[in-house]
Structures are given as structure tokens and as C-alpha cells.
T-cell receptor
Framework: DQQVKQNSPSLSVQEGRISILNCDYTNSMFDYFLWYKKYPAEGPTFLISISSIKDKNEDGRFTVFLNKSAKHLSLHIVPSQPGDSAVYFCAASPQGGKLIFGQGTELSVKP | DTGVSQNPRHKITKRGQNVTFRCDPISEHNRLYWYRQTLGQGPEFLTYFQNEAQLEKSRLLSDRFSAERPKGSFSTLEIQRTEQGDSAMYLC??????????????FGPGTRLTVL
């Protein structure tokens, strides 16, 4: 029962262009969503989050959009940089406590 | 460095042996979480503590797994009678109710377990 899904295992983008990573969820009780970035042999690093009462949150080059009716969120990275190359995980929190993660999307930003 | 630390970073053991991992959270964080990650998957929740109280355990946490946080600071995760299927990255995270929410969890570098 995969409650959080990232259907694209990989994404390749040219440097300077926009990267769009997508995530779908099934549980309407989720009230907080997060994106993490992970490099090999390191733990996930928190990137950006959004509460279910909002539909957009922006932090520098990173913007997260939430569409509650579609149970869909996306992470936009503009402009993409080679250092953004990593695995990105979306996660959902059912009213605090544990996080439920998607399978991850490996982003490759080519110079 | 005031981040989450985990020891050891790598552990290789033979099937049937017991192993113990340690996690030191960010000092002012009163919640501590354990996750397990296998290749190609996202982290899967195992258990979490608020101070010394264990508030939730996943079905993934079989009887061979036990976690403790005796003084509400560091935590240990023990796996008894290890099996090859236990090979994974074990991640620890911590959080505090800053801003009224525990949602943002900060992860350590993980302990990579290999069971031969």
C-alpha cells in the first residue's frame, strides 16, 4: 500500500532550465508535505515543506505546489544547477509523528 | 557540528549475530525517529520517541528489533539474530516543536548494515 508515490524514477534536465518533480498521495489525512534531497552515502537533507492549508511555498530557487483536490504536489527548481543532481524524496506527515516517503526521483542536471 | 550523528557508519556482520546502532539527535530536539532504507526505495518508518517514551512502532519492527532512548537524549537500535534481509541503511532523525510543529525532521548520515 504505497500512500506516497513518485512515478518518475529519473529526470534529466539541462542546466539553467526548470526541473519539475512530481508526487502523488492517496491519504486525505496528510496535512504536511516535505521534500528531501539525498546524495549517495548521506542522509536525506530537508529542502522545503508545505502545509495543507497552503497551495504554494517558495524558497529561493525552490517552489513547492500543492493541489489537494488532485492529491498531487510538485517541486520546481529554477534555474537548475549541476549541484542539484541528487535523489529527491517527497514525504507526507499524517498530523505529526512519522513521515511517509515516496520512492524517490533521481535528478540529473547536465551542464 | 550540531547535526544528528550516528555510529557506526558501517557495520558488516554474519547472519545470526546481534548488532546495535547509536543515534545522537540535535541537542534541543525531543523527538527521535528511526527509519530503514533499502536500495531504490524511500526511507520506511520504524519507530519514534518523544523524550524517553516510545510513541509508535511500525509493523516492520519485528520482535528481533528493539529501540531505546533511556534518558531522552541518545537512542540505540538493536537487531538480534540478524538475517540477510536486514541489510539496509538505518537512518535516525530528530525534530522539535519549533513553530508549533514537529513535522520537519533532520536526518543523520545513517548506518549501513550488511549481513553476510
Amino acid at each position: 500500500d504505497q500512500q506516497v508515490k513518485q512515478n518518475s524514477p529519473s529526470l534529466s534536465v539541462q542546466e539553467g532550465r526548470i526541473s519539475i518533480l512530481n508526487c502523488d498521495y492517496t491519504n486525505s489525512m496528510f496535512d504536511y508535505f516535505l521534500w528531501y534531497k539525498k546524495y549517495p552515502a548521506e542522509g536525506p537533507t530537508f529542502l522545503i515543506s508545505i502545509s495543507s492549508i497552503k497551495d504554494k511555498n517558495e524558497d529561493g530557487r525552490f517552489t513547492v505546489f500543492l493541489n489537494k483536490s488532485a492529491k498531487h504536489l510538485s517541486l520546481h527548481i529554477v534555474p537548475s544547477q549541476p549541484g542539484d543532481s541528487a535523489v529527491y524524496f517527497c514525504a507526507a506527515s499524517p498530523q505529526g509523528g512519522k513521515l511517509i516517503f515516496g520512492q524517490g526521483t533521481e535528478l540529473s542536471v547536465k551542464p | 557540528d550540531t547535526g544528528v550523528s550516528q555510529n557506526p557508519r558501517h557495520k558488516i556482520t554474519k547472519r545470526g549475530q546481534n548488532v546495535t546502532f547509536r543515534c545522537d539527535p540535535i541537542s534541543e530536539h525531543n523527538r527521535l525517529y528511526w527509519y530503514r532504507q533499502t536500495l531504490g526505495q524511500g526511507p520506511e518508518f520504524l519507530t519514534y520517541f518523544q523524550n524517553e517514551a516510545q510513541l509508535e512502532k511500525s509493523r516492520l519492527l519485528s520482535d528481533r528489533f528493539s529501540a531505546e532512548r533511556p534518558k531522552g537524549s541518545f537512542s540505540t537500535l538493536e537487531i538480534q539474530r540478524t538475517e540477510q534481509g536486514d541489510s539496509a541503511m538505518y537512518l535516525c532523525a530528530s525534530s522539535s516543536p519549533a513553530g508549533g510543529s514537529y513535522n520537519e525532521q533532520f536526518f543523520g548520515p545513517g548506518t549501513r548494515l550488511t549481513v553476510l
